[in-house]
């Protein structure tokens, strides 16, 4: 979680997806300036990291945090520093 936390771009997406539920890579990709392949790239690793979930919902994935994992990755976090 942390290597996947480690990169500025994640960190956005992720707080977009915390604004917006249910987003699909298109959002993002409208959201950010970097190609729809690279958004892809970082869902992957957000996704094995057990940060983001996505579910299909016709000919797309609608991505949302893991409340879960992401409140435990918080604390923990808090309680290091």
Known sequence: ????????????????????????????????????????????????SGLVSGELEGPATCYCLNDENVNWFKETVQRIF
């Open 1 to 48: 979680m942390f290597k996947a936390m480690g990169n500025p771009i994640r960190y956005e997406m992720m707080e977009y997806m915390l604004k917006f539920p249910g987003c699909n890579t298109t959002n993002i990709v409208d959201h950010l300036p970097i190609a729809q392949a690279t958004v892809s790239q970082h869902l992957k690793v957000l996704k094995e």
